[in-house]
């Protein structure tokens, strides 16, 4: 009893101070054994991009690609891992990160990174790894402000369905068509995020 007595007291003491210190200077707060003290971080803390997606390090992600693909890369080591997946990236960083891989069964680094390059500005990024052989992730924007590329104000329109169908029907076109990959389907819960896998 006495221990739910001093968690009760903890927890009440705890929102006391996150109420003081929204409302003024922070100070600390004391309780018997403890002290608590809550420190508001300034709205600099919380950068608003410029630009969707975020940009990330190049040079990590570059690190990234050759810890997962290992001795699939010219001077690679053996250590490998045959499930990861990048975050969402801009079309110019995972193209990038794509043509380090110059081939993999039937994947081709470089002609698969030239496609990816075709949608800059219709997609609103892409992912890219390996379930086993490698992966691609387009994911494809329900507004035009979802876009990548530098953040607009205010909402954009609506992308249609027939629209949205279109870039699905010339995406197929490319990487199925042109780059050979074994398969290409949307997903069932995200309708807008296309999987793209070569065997």
Same mark, same amino acid.
């Given at each position: 009893?006495?221990?739910?007595?001093?968690?009760?007291?903890?927890?009440?003491?705890?929102?006391?101070?996150?109420?003081?210190?929204?409302?003024?200077?922070?100070?600390?707060? +004391?309780?018997?054994?403890?002290?608590?003290? =809550?420190?508001?971080?300034? !709205?600099?803390? /919380?950068?608003?991009? #410029? +630009?969707?997606?975020?940009?990330?390090?190049? *040079?990590?992600?570059?690190?990234?690609? &050759?810890?997962?693909?290992? !001795?699939?890369?010219?001077?690679?080591? #053996?250590?490998?891992?045959?499930? /990861?997946?990048?975050?969402?990236?801009?079309?110019?960083?995972? #193209?990038?990160?794509? @043509?380090?891989?110059?081939?993999? &069964?039937?994947? %081709? *680094?470089?002609?698969?990174?030239?496609?990816? %390059? $075709?949608?800059?500005?219709?997609?609103?990024?892409?992912? /890219?790894? $390996? @379930?086993?052989?490698?992966?691609?992730? =387009?994911?494809?924007?329900?507004?035009?402000?979802? &876009?990548?590329?530098?953040?607009?104000?205010?909402?954009?329109? $609506?992308?249609?369905?027939?629209?949205?169908? &279109?870039? =699905?029907?010339?995406? %197929?076109? =490319? /990487?199925?068509?042109?780059?050979?990959? @074994?398969?290409? #389907?949307?997903?069932?819960?995200?309708?807008?995020?296309? %999987?793209?896998?070569?065997?």
């Amino acid at each position: 009893m006495h221990a739910l007595r001093t968690i009760a007291t903890l927890l009440l003491s705890t929102l006391v101070a996150l109420d003081a210190a929204a409302q003024s200077e922070p100070a600390p707060v +004391k309780v018997p054994g403890y002290t608590v003290e =809550v420190t508001p971080l300034p !709205p600099s803390a /919380f950068p608003i991009p #410029s +630009k969707l997606p975020l940009e990330i390090d190049i *040079g990590i992600a570059e690190e990234f690609i &050759r810890i997962g693909f290992g !001795p699939h890369l010219p001077g690679g080591k #053996s250590f490998q891992s045959t499930e /990861f997946l990048t975050p969402l990236l801009s079309t110019e960083q995972a #193209s990038h990160l794509i @043509e380090m891989i110059p081939e993999y &069964r039937t994947f %081709r *680094g470089k002609p698969v990174a030239m496609a990816v %390059r $075709r949608f800059a500005g219709r997609v609103s990024g892409v992912q /890219f790894g $390996r @379930e086993g052989p490698p992966v691609v992730y =387009v994911d494809l924007p329900y507004w035009t402000h979802q &876009r990548e590329g530098p953040v607009a104000t205010g909402a954009g329109t $609506r992308i249609s369905d027939e629209e949205h169908a &279109r870039l =699905v029907e010339e995406l %197929r076109s =490319v /990487f199925v068509g042109e780059l050979g990959a @074994e398969e290409f #389907s949307a997903d069932r819960i995200r309708k807008r995020l296309i %999987r793209i896998w070569w065997h």
